[in-house]
Structure formats: structure tokens, C-alpha cells
């Protein structure tokens, strides 16, 4: 039996693959490991998909300064300030989306955390969406504190996101104006309010194997089931601007691991899709199981349609459908 199979075997028997393992996964081709991947990710989590749409409710003027961002104030690419859009104002769009099936909506803000003032905008218009419209809500407002987030959770926010984007040894390389342990401050203490968390990175940023892996087993102890993947879409103005972006079949690999490293959890592709050449679709009989559709914060993505009918063709159905 190879590498793969053997592994494969182990986390369908309910086994949990250590680091040195995953390395060795990590050496081997991208398709083996993505049909692999994907009968873990059928055994585990059968057809289900879960659809996500974001709308960036205030942009730019970001006091952090990861190096990937077009909206942090450090960086000459910093995306023109806003107010807090009222969502009331979305709600015509937010309906559209769940009748095409988009399960859930998340509303993400820039900056490293909101004013109680502008936090009391958003609980308001979260009672208001709840009580107007059946799709679950996402929240992404940075480093809220434990009390602020037991407010969402009872203004009806179901999930809190909050990515690690790297791994603790390779995060003070991207971000020096928060630390990794204030993200992990906050993930816990969001799901000590009661709120599911999603939370993932990015790739692509300089990382290394071992940080793609290091972060999947943080993510993996923490006991988080929603994972987002992005990659890298390099914008001028960002200390990122030349970078390279990933092969598709960097990609394939990156999320099978995640996989096989969190067998039942949903990995949904996020920003930076739109840059593969088939939109992510091979991604998706790679382990992936969820993404977030439609316009991501400050780049385009893929249209909720075409994701739709992506997922249909593939045999998957969209959660909450």
C-alpha cells in the first residue's frame, strides 16, 4: 500500500494524521492526493455544500498592516475610507442570494475592531435581516472583545470569522500590528459566546510547506470546521504586488492536506479563485466542499449563478436547499 492509500486509510478509520505524516502526503503527486481527498471528504461529509456570500460593509482606512492588503493605511494601494453601509439597504440582494442558494451571508469590515457605536449600528441591522430573511448570518469585524461578541450572538450572528492567514512562526513576517495570539484570543472567545467560527488563511504570501501545515493542525486544535482558502491576488500598491501566483495544481495540493488533515470540516474556497484557470472547479473533487461566492472585498470572484450551476454538475447540493 503507498503513502497515500495508507494515510487515506488511517483518517477514514478515524485516525488523526500528525505533521511528519502530512510532510510526507505534502512530497507525493497533486491528482493521487486529490482523489484521495476527495472519497475522505465524500465519507465524511457526503454531497453537501456550503455557499457563502460576503458584502464588505466598511472599507479602507485600515489601521493594521498585513503585507497582502489593499485596504490597510500603511500601503499605497489603500482603498478609498467608508462608512458603515446600513444592510436594510441590502436586503433586496441578501434575499436574491438565499432563493438561489446561498445558505449564508457574512458582513466583513475593515479595521482591527469596531466602536461600540459602530457596533451598536450592526447589531441593529442584524435583528433587522433576522427578522425579514431565513439565511444564517456570518460576522467579520476584527478583534472584538468576549462581550461584544455575545452581543452578536444574540442580535442572531450565528458564525464569527476571524483567519489566522499563516502560520505563528511566519505570521510576524505579514502583520506586526496584531499578534497571533490576539487572533487566537479572539477565536476562542467567540466560541465561548456561543458563535461557530470559520477561519483559514492565505497562501501564496511567502509561506512555506511547513507553515501551510503548521496552520491546518492550529485550525485543526482549535476545533474549527469552517476553513476558508485564499490565495494570493497580488495588487499593486501592496508590498505583495510582484508576487507570483500559485499553479492551479499548488492549489489542488494545498486543499487535499486540508483534508486529509480535517477530514469533516468545510473547506471553502475563497479569494483569489477567480485567478485559476477553471475558477476553482478542480478544486472541488480536490476535498473542497464550500466557498464563498460572487465579489469578494476589494477584488471580483465568481458569480453566484455560475457557482450554482458549478455545484449541480459536480452532484453536490448547496446546504439549506
Given at each position: 500500500m503507498g503513502i497515500i492509500d495508507g494515510m487515506k486509510e488511517k483518517v477514514l478509520n478515524g485516525g488523526e494524521l500528525t505533521k511528519e505524516e502530512a510532510l510526507l502526503l505534502a512530497e507525493e503527486d497533486h491528482a493521487p492526493l486529490a482523489a484521495a481527498a476527495n472519497e475522505i471528504r465524500t465519507h465524511f461529509c457526503g454531497q453537501s455544500f456550503d455557499l457563502c456570500v460576503i458584502i464588505n460593509a466598511k472599507t479602507g482606512g485600515c489601521s493594521e498592516d498585513c503585507i497582502y492588503c489593499a485596504q490597510s493605511a500603511h500601503h499605497s494601494a489603500n482603498a478609498s475610507p467608508s462608512h458603515i453601509e446600513?444592510?436594510?439597504?441590502?436586503?433586496?440582494?441578501?434575499?436574491?442570494?438565499?432563493?438561489?442558494g446561498t445558505h449564508r451571508c457574512g458582513f466583513v469590515t475593515a479595521g482591527k475592531t469596531l466602536s461600540d457605536d459602530e457596533l451598536n449600528i450592526f447589531l441593529d441591522n442584524y435583528r433587522y435581516v433576522r427578522r425579514t430573511c431565513g439565511i444564517s448570518l456570518c460576522a467579520s469585524h476584527g478583534l472584538l472583545t468576549a462581550s461584544q461578541l455575545r452581543l452578536l450572538k444574540e442580535a442572531g450572528v450565528v458564525r464569527y470569522h476571524a483567519n489566522l492567514e499563516t502560520s505563528r512562526n511566519y505570521f510576524p513576517k505579514i502583520c506586526t500590528t496584531h499578534s497571533y495570539d490576539d487572533k487566537i484570543a479572539v477565536i476562542k472567545a467567540a466560541q465561548e459566546a456561543g458563535l461557530e467560527v470559520c477561519s483559514g488563511g492565505i497562501f501564496g504570501i511567502g509561506e512555506t510547506m511547513i507553515d501551510r501545515i503548521d496552520m491546518a493542525l492550529?485550525?485543526?486544535?482549535?476545533?474549527?470546521?469552517?476553513?476558508?482558502?485564499?490565495?494570493?491576488?497580488?495588487?499593486?500598491?501592496?508590498?505583495?504586488?510582484?508576487?507570483?501566483s500559485l499553479e492551479l495544481s499548488e492549489v489542488r495540493k494545498i486543499v487535499s492536506l486540508y483534508r486529509f488533515l480535517m477530514p469533516d470540516a468545510k473547506i471553502r474556497i475563497a479569494g483569489g479563485r477567480g485567478l485559476l484557470p477553471d475558477s476553482g472547479r478542480e478544486l472541488f473533487t480536490a476535498g473542497a466542499n464550500a466557498a464563498i461566492s460572487g465579489?469578494?472585498?476589494t477584488i471580483a470572484g465568481v458569480g453566484l449563478t455560475e457557482d450554482v450551476k458549478m455545484i449541480a454538475e459536480l452532484g453536490f447540493t448547496a446546504d439549506g436547499m
Open positions: 446600513d444592510i436594510a439597504s441590502y436586503l433586496s440582494r441578501i434575499a436574491e442570494n438565499y432563493s438561489l492550529e485550525l485543526r486544535g482549535l476545533g474549527i470546521k469552517s476553513v476558508p482558502i485564499n490565495i494570493l491576488h497580488p495588487i499593486p500598491g501592496t508590498p505583495l504586488e510582484h508576487a507570483k465579489d469578494m472585498l
